[in-house]
C-alpha cells in the first residue's frame, strides 16, 4: 500500500527528494507510543503527508479527505500516515475527534522533517517563520518515491494523488 505524507502552508524552500529516489527510511514514534518505520509496509503503496498542526482547518481538511476516501485508498493498495511536530496526546485527541482509520507520526524533534526536507521558511501576514512545508509523499512498493506534492489540495488530497498516479 503506498504511503502519503503531506504539508501545509505557503513555503520558500522544498523538499530535494524528487519522484524516482530512494525513499529515506525512518523508524518513529505513533500517537499510542508505539513505533513503526518504513520497511514494516514494504510491499505496499505509501501515503506519506506532512501537515503543520493537528486541528487546524488545512490540517483537518486534508486528514478528513483522506478518512473520507480511506476505503477507496486502501482498496488501491494504499496505506496512509501523517507526520507533524505535535506530540502523542495531540495525536491521539486528533484521531479520536475525526475518527481518523490511520496513524500519525510524532516528529517533535523534526527528524523526519528534516530528512523529507520539509521543514522550512514559511510566511503568513508578512511574518516570517520555521515550520513544516505541506508535502505529500506516495511512495511505491519498494519504497521508491512515486510522486511528491509540494501544492496540497487540503480538501482534495485523495482525487489530486489518484489523478497523478493514473
Not at 39 to 68: E, H, M, V
Not at 90 to 105: A, G
Amino acid at each position: 500500500m503506498p504511503f502519503i505524507v503531506y504539508f501545509c502552508e505557503k513555503h520558500y524552500k522544498m523538499t530535494h527528494l524528487k519522484k524516482g529516489d530512494k525513499a529515506p527510511q525512518f523508524e518513529a514514534k505513533i500517537e499510542d507510543g508505539s513505533i513503526i518505520s518504513l520497511s514494516d509496509y514494504k510491499g505496499k503503496k505509501k501515503i506519506l503527508y506532512f501537515y503543520p498542526k493537528d486541528n487546524t482547518p488545512g490540517c483537518t481538511a486534508n486528514a478528513c479527505n483522506f478518512k473520507d476516501n480511506y476505503e477507496s485508498l486502501t482498496n488501491k493498495g494504499f496505506v496512509v500516515i501523517g507526520v507533524s511536530i505535535q506530540g502523542e496526546k495531540s495525536h491521539q485527541k486528533f484521531i479520536d475527534k475525526y475518527e481518523l482509520p490511520f496513524h500519525l507520526i510524532v516528529d517533535e524533534e523534526k527528524t523526519l522533517h528534516e530528512t523529507y526536507g520539509v521543514w522550512g521558511l514559511k510566511k503568513t501576514f508578512g511574518k516570517e517563520y520555521m515550520g513544516t512545508l505541506r508535502t505529500t509523499f506516495v511512495i511505491d512498493e519498494n519504497d521508491v518515491i512515486a510522486e511528491v506534492i509540494t501544492k496540497v489540495k487540503t480538501k482534495d488530497a485523495t482525487q489530486q494523488i489518484l489523478d497523478l498516479m493514473d
